[in-house]
């Protein structure tokens, strides 16, 4: 049983790089993300087989649409037959588990790889009191799971899973006190400092969540507020920052002058974004500039600056790299053996979502680097909004779909099944 409170947890090594740390760190080599065998060796040849023919239905636009649509209301009408099918195919490769309990199997198995989990309770679109305080509760759970487990590391949190949209939408362009009298503001921060307070006292991490610009600012006080509040000693909370954003490079760098000035640590995640789409089209339809980049070439750029900048400040930024980006994380893993920065370093690893880019993960993992899953897990019907964007971004030939499906067939090609 382990013991509450301390230091926020170490990222474990895998067996293979315990052993290479030996030797200097600078003899070790960089990862090889081509490496399928070390990839997929924690997948039997069955599960390697399902994974290639799921990639491929997923590669099938009509597939996906029908899913996206016809699918999701199966599953709300309750249509026999719909969760089950939901369930057994996307839901296996993107999902952890119904509950922390039924995602225990999957926690330990990455683990045994050294590869840690970020707990991401997936329910989306809540509107009442009780659905906020039912899903600070799980967060809450999640916490107590991770101070006991230590295959789990941390907890994400969705700020609109505590709040109206109405009240982030409505604070998101004008500063706002703590201390008003506004009672739904009031509940919001309640339910938020319980979820760091618990962090805090158990050695837990808390990410929270980046979402659409229209509320992001209030998000953005709201993490500023925690990180002020228990980033003094250690890194607790992280915030998130979407550089599909033309704006976020000088957020990020705000951020942290701000951190320093005021005497605590930044927590920053480091994503590309997931709201594109939606971002452009409200911009056009409401007459504003639209605040994603320019081109996807000033996304990577962007995030590889945010990436450098994140590294040349270690001492005093504690960074997640999320992404699936092999250039990106190449990067990650150069700058730091050219800094001398050992690679478990606590203020920097690596992320990526369950079920994808599993390249990235394991051949970090065997090489001593601090990463971990993204581990989604709640009810089919509650995860649904999550699985269509899965589905949807890994439509693509050119995408993720295409490259996890190129690997799957070259390790069965290699096995010979």
Known sequence: MKKSGGPVKQFPLAEAARDAFVKAEGELPLPDFSNTEETFRHLSDKELRDASLMFSLMGKDWLTNIMSGLGVSAVKWGIPGAAW?????????????????????KIERLHERGVTSLLDYGAEAKSTTEDYNNFMKEVLRGIDFSAEAPAAIAVVVKISGLAPDDMLIQLNDKSFEYDTTDGELQATLRRLEAICAQAEKKGVQVYIDAEESWMQNS???????????????????LNTYQLYRHDRLQFLKDSHEKARREGYK?????VRGAY?????????????PSPIQPSLQATHDDYN???????????????CLGTHNEESTRLGTELLKEKEIPRNHPHIHFAQLLGMS????FNLAAGGYNVSKYLVYGPVKEV??????????NTSVTGEMGRELKMLREERARRKV
């Open 384 to 393: 649904l909004p999550y699985l269509v964007r899965r589905a949807q971004e």
């Open 358 to 361: 599993g390249n990235l993960t």
């Open 276 to 288: 594109m789409v939606k971002e452009n089209a409200r911009a056009e339809e409401m007459g504003y």
């Open 266 to 270: 930044l927590g920053a995640k480091l």
């Open 219 to 237: 998000i953005d006080t709201f993490a500023d507020r925690m990180m002020a509040q228990y980033n003094r000693e250690r890194v607790v909370v």
């Open 85 to 105: 099918g939901v369930k057994n195919t996307i839901y296996r490769q993107f999902v952890g588990g119904t509950s922390l309990v039924s995602a225990l199997p």
């Open 305 to 319: 600056a945010a990436v450098a900048y994140c590294i040349d400040n270690i001492t005093s930024i504690c960074a």
